[in-house]
């Protein structure tokens, strides 16, 4: 269990250093991942910085992830729900358009300038968690669209399915806690909170 979110923050740099993890910038997927974001970018000794995408979620099930879009429009679709769901390409657009504006207003809202230059740059992306991994896909295909030297995905929890899948958007996947009976993230923090949008721009 990890007390709150700063102590998940505080574990998940130490497990980075433990790897040897370099970093020259250090992306949050906002709002939980900031308050770890801090913590391991002032660990590292690098910048940090947002990225950011928006579930597409199901017909009457919004919290259920049959995609998710990154604030450049990259798409992570989950084929499986898609076609079990069946669920036309007509709707899925709607989704994709509706949740990437969202996705750009929350960024612009969060930085005071542009995206950051990913460019040959070793990059950790942190959130406070992973279940399905929809919205970390999305951020990862943006991060990658940005060439990159290096891509690194830090999270304290997530389901070892999920985890080796993200293993191979990335170079190398940091995790303090795999669990095998894993249910939700929020499950294995004693305090885990709504981080407000407020509270989240502080971390930055």
Same mark, same amino acid.
Request: proline share 6%.
């Given at each position: 269990?990890?007390?709150?979110?700063?102590?998940?923050?505080? #574990?998940?740099?130490?497990?980075? &250093?433990?790897?040897?993890?370099?970093?020259?910038?250090?992306?949050?997927?906002?709002?939980?991942?900031?308050?770890?974001?801090?913590?391991?970018?002032?660990?590292?000794?690098?910048?940090?910085?947002?990225?950011?995408?928006? %579930?597409?979620?199901?017909?009457?099930?919004?919290?259920?992830?049959?995609?998710?879009?990154?604030?450049?429009?990259?798409?992570?679709?989950?084929?499986?729900?898609?076609? #079990?769901?069946?669920?036309?390409?007509?709707?899925?657009?709607?989704?994709?358009?509706?949740?990437?504006?969202?996705?750009?207003? %929350?960024?612009?809202?969060?930085?005071?300038?542009?995206?950051?230059?990913?460019?040959? %740059?070793?990059?950790?992306?942190?959130?406070?968690?992973?279940?399905?991994?929809?919205?970390?896909?999305?951020?990862?295909?943006?991060?990658?669209?940005?060439?990159?030297?290096?891509?690194?995905?830090?999270?304290?929890?997530?389901?070892?399915?999920?985890?080796?899948?993200?293993?191979?958007?990335?170079?190398?996947?940091?995790?303090?806690? #795999?669990?095998?009976?894993?249910?939700?993230?929020?499950?294995?923090? #004693?305090?885990?909170?709504?981080?407000?949008? &407020?509270?989240?721009?502080?971390?930055?």
């Amino acid at each position: 269990m990890f007390a709150d979110r700063t102590d998940a923050g505080t #574990r998940l740099a130490d497990a980075l &250093e433990a790897r040897g993890v370099a970093a020259d910038v250090v992306l949050a997927i906002p709002r939980g991942g900031l308050p770890l974001g801090r913590v391991v970018a002032d660990r590292l000794g690098a910048p940090l910085d947002v990225v950011v995408a928006s %579930k597409i979620g199901a017909p009457n099930n919004p919290e259920y992830a049959i995609g998710a879009v990154a604030e450049d429009g990259t798409v992570w679709r989950n084929e499986e729900a898609i076609t #079990r769901l069946r669920i036309g390409e007509d709707r899925l657009a709607a989704g994709r358009s509706r949740e990437q504006a969202a996705a750009v207003e %929350k960024a612009e809202d969060y930085r005071t300038g542009g995206p950051p230059d990913l460019g040959g %740059k070793r990059v950790v992306v942190v959130d406070d968690g992973v279940a399905t991994g929809a919205t970390m896909r999305a951020c990862l295909g943006l991060v990658r669209e940005g060439g990159p030297a290096s891509v690194v995905v830090a999270v304290p929890v997530g389901p070892p399915e999920t985890l080796d899948e993200l293993g191979s958007l990335a170079d190398e996947v940091v995790a303090v806690e #795999r669990p095998e009976r894993f249910r939700a993230v929020g499950a294995h923090y #004693r305090t885990f909170d709504q981080v407000t949008d &407020e509270e989240a721009k502080s971390y930055l």
